[in-house]
């Protein structure tokens, strides 16, 4: 055991080992008896893949460039899905390049099924659904009808199989008009003569209010009148399926927690969440099984897969390692698939035998890259904070097996703050959080009022609130943990990305609490973000997070950091994709003009193709190093090993 100062331990998880594990798989599901799902690849410029299960082990079945990814309400969902024809696999796809959907059977080469417009951002689609005895793709289309980012408009639509709209939008058949703003893909019940859906207007996001509509199908593929059967302005609905028989089950917050619900009666009543945010369309918290039962994801915090019997209202959970299951579920026939990892593991592709009990990984398996002995062990705590309410972290104390710190000495911690903000952390094996923790310096994640996991009324906490409740929360954590004598109260920084990226920069402009931060892809001038600076889905979500600007502009203005810019005098890195659409450079670009000759030590690190969440590997390894070496400098750290020196301008 050596003696080391917190900050120098030798690790042998470094910037490049990171960027190879980051990403996940995600978008499981059935074709035929295989599963499929899409999985990252950060060494071929960040694209994403399809992979499938045979028997014999996982084929990645798309080649470079091919990017199976959608751009829908830019942050995308599910963006394929398959069925056998002929005994063989016939699977549909959107390119991320230029979005259009293909047609792809193995052995073969992937043929467009869509046009392309040069209007705006073109057409897009998302959540796909093959339908092969009647020809046609069912998914949600985004078009877009002018240049500006909320000229568009987002419907249901059918596109044949045969390749016919390859280059005619015309034969593109639209279900739905576009009388809703935002739409998910139609389910269709068993007997193919119902579709049900879910849709929501400006200036509600999909976790405030939502409406589950139903609409009857005619013999030749085509809506009726919807109605809607349940929710409202705020009542939250983000899944519906059909069961075997024919019941709808949906998710609701109702009652003030997501819960299952089957033609509108509760199936399982608990104070634990059965949703989540609907970031991404087409995500997916519980899946109906053939025989009756319903594979559900649920929890308080965490989130487990569980077998409910809707029945008796009784869960049995799946046993293994796993705690936390990501938002895809994919079932057939007593199958189950899912995306699941635990604090000592990163995310897998689970299958579950419903008639066994047994679970198994088929897919992406976790092996350690280092000795699990580097790997940080996470404590879930509950800290008191402003007028007495409670704040949910995630707390990875310093852990290197081979290294302790000079007695007395108190490591240095890096307050993580989340995006969305209606969001949260899972509490995962993530090998970014141990790159600093086997160096010996800590790091809390920050479940602030306004998080998901904890119920409707701990998420309503941010309303009205944005840069207040969530920057309090996070320097409750923070002092909290050097009052214990856990952390050094001298050396703690603030970091996020996105909506984290604005409470970073609140922080340093708001409270004396850190040293430093590390400011990602963030929102920091709230006026300009509402009038044109981002996209469509969020472009009125601030009327909720802060109140409608025309009513409160004195408000919007006092809480933006690029408007004080004069309170910043702890250095920060600034990192920033430029092709990002959701929080684009100019908000960064305005800040440092604010701040240029104050004399701030800062660095602004931009990178070239990338877009609202870094994917490629080089730049996950400058910025990471790049974030390190900021803490080396201000908290007078002596990292091991090479390491760049970031450059800190004023």
């Not at 026939?333 to 679970?359: C, I, N």
């Not at 440092?592 to 390894?621: I, K, M, S, W």
Request: hydrophobic content about 40%; aromatic content about 8%; charged content about 25%.
């Amino acid at each position: 055991m050596q003696i080391l100062p917190y900050g120098s331990w030798p690790s042998p998880i470094d910037a490049a080992l990171t960027a190879a594990n980051d990403g996940k798989p995600e978008f499981v599901g059935f074709v035929g008896d295989e599963v499929w799902w899409t999985a990252p690849r950060p060494a071929e410029g960040g694209r994403r893949t399809l992979v499938r299960r045979e028997a014999d082990g996982t084929e990645s079945v798309l080649p470079a460039p091919w990017n199976v990814r959608t751009r829908v309400i830019e942050y995308g969902g599910r963006p394929w899905d398959g069925a056998p024809r002929d005994g063989e696999p016939l699977l549909v796809f959107v390119n991320f390049a230029d979005q259009r959907l293909y047609r792809y059977e193995p052995g073969g080469e992937p043929r467009p099924l869509t046009p392309v417009s040069a209007v705006g951002g073109g057409l897009r689609w998302a959540d796909p659904r093959v339908l092969v005895e009647r020809g046609e793709v069912w998914c949600v289309l985004e078009e877009f009808t002018g240049e500006g980012p909320t000229d568009v408009r987002r419907v249901l639509a059918a596109v044949p199989l045969d390749g016919s709209a390859a280059e005619d939008r015309g034969a593109v058949r639209e279900l739905t008009d576009d009388r809703h703003r935002f739409v998910t893909g139609a389910r269709l019940s068993p007997d193919g003569r119902r579709a049900a859906w879910v849709a929501w207007d400006h200036p509600r996001m999909p976790w405030d209010g939502t409406e589950l509509l139903v609409a009857e199908v005619d013999a030749d593929g085509g809506f009726g009148a919807p109605r809607t059967v349940a929710g409202g302005a705020e009542e939250s609905i983000v899944q519906a399926e059909w069961a075997a028989d024919g019941s709808l089950l949906h998710v609701s917050d109702r009652s003030g927690w997501w819960n299952l619900y089957r033609d509108g009666r509760p199936l399982c009543p608990r104070e634990e969440e059965f949703g989540g945010a609907l970031w991404r369309v087409g995500l997916r918290w519980f899946a109906p099984l053939e025989c009756g039962l319903i594979a559900v994801l649920h929890g308080r915090g965490g989130v487990v897969l569980g077998i409910l019997d809707p029945e008796t209202g009784e869960i049995v959970d799946v046993p293994g390692p796993w705690s936390e299951f990501d938002a895809t579920l994919a079932v057939h026939g007593d199958r189950v698939a899912a995306v699941a990892a635990g604090p000592h593991s990163s995310y897998e592709v689970v299958e579950l035998d419903t008639r066994t009990g047994h679970a198994r990984v088929i897919g992406a398996a976790h092996r350690d890259a280092v000795d699990p002995a580097y790997h940080p062990r996470p404590e879930a705590r509950t800290f008191t904070g402003p007028d007495g309410r409670d704040v949910h972290a995630h707390v990875y104390p310093p852990r290197n097996p081979e290294c302790a710190a000079p007695e007395g000495e108190l490591p240095p911690y890096v307050i993580w703050a989340h995006g969305g903000p209606t969001g949260r952390t899972p509490l995962v094996l993530d090998l970014e959080i141990a790159y600093f923790t086997s160096r010996g310096i800590g790091v809390a994640e920050v479940e602030y009022g306004g998080s998901t996991g904890y119920g409707r009324e701990y998420r309503n906490r941010l309303r009205g609130q944005w840069g207040v409740v969530d920057v309090e929360d996070c320097a409750t954590v923070a002092l909290a943990l050097a009052e214990e004598g856990a952390a050094d109260r001298a050396r703690l920084a603030v970091r996020g990305g996105s909506a984290g990226g604005w409470t970073a920069a609140a922080s340093l402009a708001g409270t004396d609490v850190y040293a430093c931060a590390t400011i990602i892809y963030p929102v920091l001038d709230l006026t300009g973000w509402a009038s044109g600076e981002t996209h469509d889905f969020e472009s009125r979500y601030l009327e909720t997070l802060v109140g409608p600007l025309a009513e409160v502009p004195d408000r919007y203005a006092e809480r933006s950091p690029v408007e004080h810019a004069d309170r910043i005098t702890a250095p920060f890195l600034l990192l920033q994709g430029l092709d990002d659409v959701i929080c684009p450079p100019v908000q960064c670009e305005r800040l440092l003009a604010r701040l240029a000759g104050r004399d701030v030590p800062h660095a602004y690190l931009a990178f070239e193709g990338e877009g609202h969440g870094f994917r490629q590997a080089g730049t996950l390894v400058r910025a990471l190093e790049a974030e390190l070496s900021l803490y080396a400098q201000v908290f007078g750290l002596k990292p091991a090993g090479a390491l760049p020196t970031l450059e800190l301008g004023t």
